[in-house]
């Protein structure tokens, strides 16, 4: 309602979130890092944001009246400083976030900024509370709980037992009547949210509603594998992998053997009815990073797909190729491949944002360790008959019960004495230092398209582009 007021006023309304999934359902949303240029780095060294004086970012934040950051507690604090410190700097105004009013929400039940190899105090060091930026905002508080006043007294329950655990009132959590339906093994997960699969396999709105979700990459990806082997004839694209500069001696096969979870994989199967999640910013807000689809057709170098959920729900789309530049590997490499992995499953961090008609919890080999991933996946719902769970076994008193969940909490987020560790507003930098930071895209070649190309329907406009793209590549 807000975006929609300021951009009815014919004024500029930015929107943005911390996660791409979140972003989709925004109208005209994008994620924050794709929107003002943060650095793809460690978190400690972002000193600001890639965006200069005279580009045209700079001339649109100029005018822009109203800057919205959705799911802001996931965020590093270091990119909201690094953003402040950049508006401050280019449009010339000392003011908070450069004089633009900022509309931040957030939920400090759910999950806050990961920190690679940090665990609570790193996690509560970088979050928004502990910036200087926290004291110069206005808080309000929503009081009024949608779920509690529906007339189904189970969701009134389901609710009030999430509230409580998102504030850490509860212990260990054991799925009972009106509270998840437990199962006991992940063939009956799987059976249960994706039942019935065999006939809805090219049904968007199927799996636009459904999803399974677990703390660890590797076990989405198991779950990913065991439902993608159900599908029908897959076709095989194959990475096209180079060294960098320094490496040039290394052997592609060992390339090709690395895997990581920014990267596709090398040897990447896919089938006609899989589902699909973006993993790069391809064609912001409509296709960013966790955006899912569902492939409607497989060609030579290109992935055609329609898109489950958020504002372009339902459009079709082209998914090319593309270079990425792999840092979290053991060697720093270059993968040409299609942006994308499985869907089926995916991590509780990913899903956050997300609501889901039927949505399985997988917790059998690792539980939830951060903060607000037990409360993030039990909230995926509405209903406590959506939420289907499988934790695994435990031996008690020599006979195996279904183990409890842990849910784990930092309780000093809801206090008043939460401190900021920051001491003072760091110093504004100047453009160039900017600039060392800037990841600039390149410019786009401007086309001139011929009048009669505007009377063509998009269904024909895309069969077009497929055929041109495939008589370009026949020699490869």
Same mark, same amino acid.
């Given at each position: 309602m807000l975006l929609d007021s300021v951009r009815s006023q014919g004024k500029i309304a930015l929107a943005v979130a911390s996660s791409g999934i979140a972003a989709t359902v925004l109208h005209g949303g994008r994620t924050a890092h794709n929107m003002f240029k943060i650095p793809l780095m460690e978190y400690n060294e972002i000193r600001s944001c890639g965006i200069k004086k005279n580009s045209e970012l700079a001339k649109l934040l100029k005018i822009t009246s109203l800057i919205v950051w959705d799911e802001v507690v996931m965020a590093n604090k270091n990119t909201l400083t690094a953003l402040d410190i950049t508006l401050r700097d280019v449009l010339e105004n000392d003011k908070?976030?450069?004089?633009?009013?900022?509309? =931040?929400?957030?939920?400090?039940?759910?999950?806050?900024?990961?920190?690679?190899?940090g665990g609570k105090n790193e996690e509560l060091e970088h979050c928004i509370k502990s910036s200087y930026l926290w004291e110069g905002l206005t808080k309000l508080e929503l009081t009024e709980n949608v779920r509690l006043k529906t007339n189904y007294v189970r969701n009134k329950s389901f609710a009030k037992k999430l509230l409580k655990l998102g504030t850490g009132e509860s212990?260990?959590?054991?799925?009972?009547?009106?509270?998840?339906?437990?199962?006991?093994?992940?063939?009956?997960?799987?059976?249960?949210?994706?039942?019935? &699969?065999?006939?809805?396999?090219?049904?968007?709105?199927?799996?636009?509603?459904?999803?399974?979700i677990s703390p660890t990459n590797d076990d989405v990806d198991s779950i990913n594998s065991m439902i993608y082997e159900k599908s029908e004839e897959e076709v095989v694209y194959n990475s096209v992998d180079t060294a960098t500069e320094h490496d040039t001696d290394i052997q592609t096969s060992v390339f090709n053997a690395l895997t990581s979870p920014s990267l596709p994989l090398h040897q990447l199967k896919v089938k006609i009815g899989s589902v699909l999640m973006i993993i790069r910013n391809i064609c912001p807000p409509k296709l960013c990073n966790g955006s899912r689809i569902i492939v409607t057709n497989l060609k030579k170098n290109v992935i055609v797909g329609k898109i489950l959920g958020g504002s372009y729900g339902g459009e079709q789309v082209l998914i090319p190729k593309i270079t990425l530049e792999a840092q979290d590997?053991?060697?720093?490499?270059?993968?040409?491949?299609?942006?994308?992995?499985?869907?089926?499953?995916?991590? &509780?961090?990913?899903?956050?944002?997300?609501?889901?008609?039927? =949505?399985?919890?997988?917790?059998?080999?690792?539980? =939830?360790?951060?903060?607000?991933?037990?409360?993030?996946? =039990?909230?995926?719902?509405?209903?406590?008959?959506?939420?289907i769970v499988y934790t695994g076994w435990e031996k008690v008193n020599d006979e195996y019960q279904l183990r409890p969940a842990i849910n784990r909490v930092y309780k000093e987020l809801f206090s008043g004495e939460f401190d900021s560790v920051d001491e003072n507003l760091p110093q504004v930098t100047s453009e160039s230092e900017a600039s060392l930071f800037a990841q600039e895209e390149p410019e786009l070649e401007k086309v001139e398209i011929p009048k009669e190309f505007y009377k063509l329907s998009e269904e024909d406009a895309i069969k077009m582009i497929l055929a041109d793209y495939d008589n370009d590549n026949s020699h490869d």
């Open positions: 908070f976030m450069g004089g633009i009013v900022f509309v =931040c929400a957030g939920d400090f039940r759910q999950i806050l900024p990961v920190i690679r190899g212990g260990p959590v054991y799925f009972l009547e009106n509270f998840g339906i437990s199962v006991k093994t992940r063939e009956e997960l799987v059976n249960k949210v994706y039942d019935d &699969i065999e006939n809805n396999h090219l049904n968007a709105s199927y799996f636009e509603k459904r999803a399974i590997t053991s060697v720093p490499f270059k993968r040409k491949q299609l942006p994308v992995k499985l869907s089926y499953a995916m991590t &509780i961090n990913k899903s956050q944002g997300q609501t889901f008609e039927r =949505c399985g919890l997988l917790l059998d080999s690792v539980q =939830c360790l951060a903060h607000g991933q037990f409360y993030v996946a =039990c909230s995926r719902v509405t209903n406590w008959n959506s939420l």
